[in-house]
């Protein structure tokens, strides 16, 4: 938990960045720059599976922390742009290491709904970060010291440092063979439908988010005239907001069946959003402040979703084939990301930032339909090619 809060801190200081970064970089520009974390997460996440196999799931969440104490280091003492894109990089190297590490941890010690349990309580520690990194910056940049608002990282590589060595004292019990046999027909059971329909869910989820995450400021600021103390404030309540969500989620997933939990929670988002984008083109002066409050409610009924998918198909995974799937999981989710940023750097360029709420309502319905279809479809695993 420890571990993903500090990965969403530094993934979700994209808000932060992108505030700071806009009045000398276009947003064509700043919507490139996600791809610099995206791309090599994705590449990396399909290639180290063997890697951590070997390794250990613990080592290498420890090697990604090292990776990210000097990079965060690092940063404020390289004043150029071009080294924003190297160390977004490195952070998704690293985050590909944790997150595949951290899910195959889950999946050896927790099964049904224990396990979605512990991926909610996982997820919810990465919106407390969320919430501290917009906090913390949000405060810095409207200090006397804004100037050195990037000195900020050092914080969270003193966070990292303190997690490597509670990893590092702690026993983790690992159920990994030396190495992943590679098998003809390996990436079959990938393409069932119910997989297939599921990596196209984390695709538009992961879109979604990161329209949040990294674009609400900029929303809050050019839209509703907000200063970025109190765009990036409203930010980390929408993260507030979803920590609870995944808190609640965690607890309520042992009674409840999880299709029925996100049709309530997508309908939910659908309704806010629709009643957003009605206030801001027809009552904008009237409800102008209340949209301030409504919008972060959207993280209770949000947050809760990603987990939910996951630890759906995670119960249905073998165990050798979790380090392959949660790496499949951050190659679609970095695509998602990187074409979420694109798409609402493209908005926010072209001045149709007011329709904000309607642009995201749209991935969102594409979710609602695939669904329905998810919980319809069986998942087909052939038990003799295991055999």
């Not at 100037?147 to 983790?172: C, N, P, Q």
Request: charged fraction near 10%; proline fraction near 3%.
């Amino acid at each position: 938990m420890f571990s993903f809060l500090i990965f969403s801190m530094l993934l979700n200081s994209m808000g932060a960045i992108i505030l700071q970064l806009s009045e000398q970089v276009s947003y064509k520009g700043l919507g490139v720059l996600e791809s610099f974390k995206d791309i090599p997460m994705a590449i990396v996440s399909l290639f180290c599976v063997n890697l951590i196999a070997k390794t250990g799931n613990k080592n290498a969440l420890v090697f990604s922390l090292v990776f990210i104490v000097t990079s965060c280091i690092t940063l404020p003492l390289v004043d150029a742009f071009w080294f924003f894109k190297i160390w977004l990089s490195v952070v998704g190297i690293s985050f590909a290491l944790a997150k595949i590490s951290v899910f195959s941890i889950i999946k050896n010690n927790f099964a049904d709904g224990q396990l979605s349990s512990a991926i909610s309580s996982v997820d919810a520690a990465f919106m407390i970060g969320i919430f501290f990194v917009n906090i913390g910056f949000g405060t810095l940049l409207t200090s006397s010291y804004a100037e050195y608002w990037k000195f900020g990282f050092w914080v969270i590589a003193l966070l990292s440092i303190i997690t490597i060595i509670m990893l590092r004292s702690v026993k983790i019990e690992e159920n990994q063979v030396s190495e992943i046999e590679k098998k003809p027909g390996e990436w079959k059971f990938f393409l069932s439908p119910k997989i297939v329909y599921f990596f196209i869910i984390v695709f538009f989820m992961v879109f979604v988010e990161q329209s949040f995450n990294s674009w609400l400021p900029s929303f809050f600021r050019n839209n509703l005239k907000m200063n970025s103390y109190f765009a990036l404030q409203a930010s980390a309540f929408l993260a507030l907001f979803s920590f609870f969500g995944r808190l609640i989620t965690s607890r309520l997933i042992l009674r409840f069946h999880w299709f029925w939990f996100v049709i309530i929670c997508i309908c939910t988002v659908l309704f806010i959003l629709a009643l957003c984008q009605i206030l801001i083109s027809y009552f904008y002066d009237d409800f102008k402040f209340s949209l301030i409050f409504i919008i972060p409610l959207i993280g209770l009924f949000l947050a809760p979703l990603f987990p939910l998918y996951n630890s759906e198909i995670i119960n249905k995974v073998p165990k050798e084939k979790t380090h392959l799937l949660v790496s499949l999981v951050v190659i679609f989710s970095s695509l998602g990301s990187s074409v979420g940023s694109l798409y609402m750097a493209i908005i926010f360029h072209k001045n149709i930032s007011n329709f904000y709420p309607l642009f995201i309502s749209i991935p969102l319905l594409i979710i609602f339909g695939l669904t329905i279809i998810l919980n319809k479809t069986p998942i087909i695993y052939d038990r003799k090619q295991q055999e």
